[in-house]
């Protein structure tokens, strides 16, 4: 069958120039003879809209090119089942940090012509897909901020700012939850409910998941002060952070979220809200290509 791209790229995500990718992919796909459709999402949260009324059946490929909003977004507006090839062109990135895709514009472009197609599960919050994860509290505070208050910094030094400014202050707030059925009341910094292991470009959260296990992460902490804070993050880097006490890590097929107008939270790295959430998971729900 002769291979029909849809390109979905946003401008605004990353640090590399979206026009050289472009560049590279489009002279790759037209050596190959392949066809395709870029589409350049126009405005915030476009890529949904862009996808969901774009793509039709003639396609056989989506492509997507940039950070983990963008892949959330073109994820959600897809209804058919068509194997998925990311391009990282995102801050953080981390969604991609779960399976092979390469380090270079030749490897994507390996993964995009030959990658082989593997199965993933994707979570569920409120109706809505994710990737790789939403973060409650401490995380999506920093989202949150991010989003109102305005700063002439940019990248990864924008957020690793932001994480410094409320890491010794942000204070434990209440959750109540039900993780498969049990019910807990408890004072947390965050409650990170995940299908991939990393958040805000390094921390791994969640270093056990895997994207294709049928079961979501979840990683709670607990009131810890500002000095251990500021101590142990290194922690989160080397995803050894359960050997403190003030943090759980577990797994569920199934977690609500009570309402708490005081909690923010993101879903994929984008601003989410607050609860109340339903978090459910979508086993074997999407084909990604991979480099191996
Ligand atoms: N043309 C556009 N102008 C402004 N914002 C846009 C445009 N197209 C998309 N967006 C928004 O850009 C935001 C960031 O996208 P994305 O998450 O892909 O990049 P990132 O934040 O740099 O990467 P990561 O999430 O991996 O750290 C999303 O909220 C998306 O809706």
Redesign the pocket.
């Known amino acids: 069958m002769k291979r029909l791209f849809f390109v979905v790229a946003?401008?605004?995500?990353?640090s590399t120039r979206l026009e050289d990718i472009l560049n590279d992919v489009i002279d790759f796909l037209n050596d190959k003879k392949y066809k395709y459709e870029v589409f350049?999402?126009?405005?915030?949260?476009?890529?949904w809209k862009t996808v969901e009324k774009n793509f039709d059946p003639s396609f056989t490929d989506l492509l997507i090119i940039?950070?983990?909003?963008?892949?959330?977004?073109a994820i959600n507006g897809l209804k058919y089942d068509v194997p998925v090839s990311i391009i990282?062109?995102?801050?953080?990135?981390?969604?991609v940090k779960n399976y092979p895709v390469g380090k270079s514009i030749y490897d994507y472009l390996k993964v995009l012509d030959k990658g082989a197609i593997h199965t993933i599960d994707l979570g569920l919050c409120n109706g809505r897909k994710f990737v790789n994860g939403v973060g409650i509290g401490f995380d999506g505070q920093i989202v949150a901020d991010m989003l109102r208050k305005k700063s002439f910094l940019k990248?990864p030094t924008k957020?690793y700012y932001y994480v410094l400014r409320i890491l010794a202050s942000y204070k434990a707030r209440r959750y109540k939850f039900v993780q498969d059925k049990s019910p807990y009341e408890k004072d947390l910094i965050l409650l990170c409910v995940a299908n991939g292991t990393t958040f805000g470009?390094s921390f791994k959260l969640t270093p056990d998941a895997e994207i294709n296990d049928t079961i979501l992460d979840v990683c709670e902490i607990g009131k810890i002060s500002g000095l251990r804070r500021f101590l142990n993050i290194h922690r989160l880097k080397e995803g050894t952070h359960d050997r403190l006490p003030e943090v759980k890590l577990s797994r569920c097929k199934h977690l609500t979220v009570d309402e708490n107008p005081h909690l923010e939270a993101h879903i994929?790295?984008?601003y989410f809200g607050h609860p109340p959430f339903e978090f459910g998971v979508l086993p074997n729900a999407l084909r990604i290509r991979m480099l191996k």
């Open positions: 946003n401008p605004a995500s990353g350049l999402t126009s405005k915030k949260h476009n890529a940039g950070g983990d909003g963008t892949i959330n977004e990282p062109n995102g801050t953080g990135n981390d969604f990248g957020y470009g994929d790295g984008e």
